[in-house]
């Protein structure tokens, strides 16, 4: 069994910055990809970001793409999200998940563990 916890979130303006963590415990092994997905009020929950294990594969959603950037640290167990320049648009909240899966998936299916969320804002 494997626990993700979310840490990070808040209020921002926009064009601020935020970093946010997901913290693992548990087992896991050398083909855990980890990701981040969002979901605002009203919407389907949307990919954000994902790493595989040894960040050779890192995806993006195109809504995020050269703002936000996704790394790693399996020392840690922890996989971080910066985000820079946001956007009011990018204010949901955001979930991290983790699955047995080498090649960093953008659909939420192969993703087995889920965090909480944090709820980022970002006024405009």
């Known amino acids: 069994q494997v626990q993700l916890v979310e840490s990070g979130g808040g209020l921002v303006q926009a064009g601020d910055s935020l970093r946010l963590s997901c913290a693992a415990s548990?087992?896991?092994?050398?083909?855990?990809?980890m990701g981040w997905f969002r979901q605002a009020p009203g919407k389907e929950r949307e990919f954000v970001g994902a790493?595989?294990?040894?960040?050779?594969?890192?995806r993006y959603g195109d809504s995020v793409k050269g703002r936000f950037t996704i790394s790693r640290d399996n020392a840690k167990n922890t996989v971080y999200l910066q985000m820079n320049s946001l956007k009011p648009e990018d204010t949901a909240v955001y979930f991290c998940?983790?699955?047995?899966?080498?090649?960093?998936?953008?659909?939420?299916?192969?993703?087995?563990?889920w965090g909480q969320g944090t709820q980022v804002t970002v006024s405009s």
């Open positions: 790493v595989s294990w040894s960040a050779n594969i890192k």
């Open positions: 548990g087992r896991t092994s050398s083909s855990f990809s």
């Open positions: 998940a983790g699955g047995p899966s080498p090649i960093a998936p953008t659909q939420t299916g192969p993703y087995k563990y």
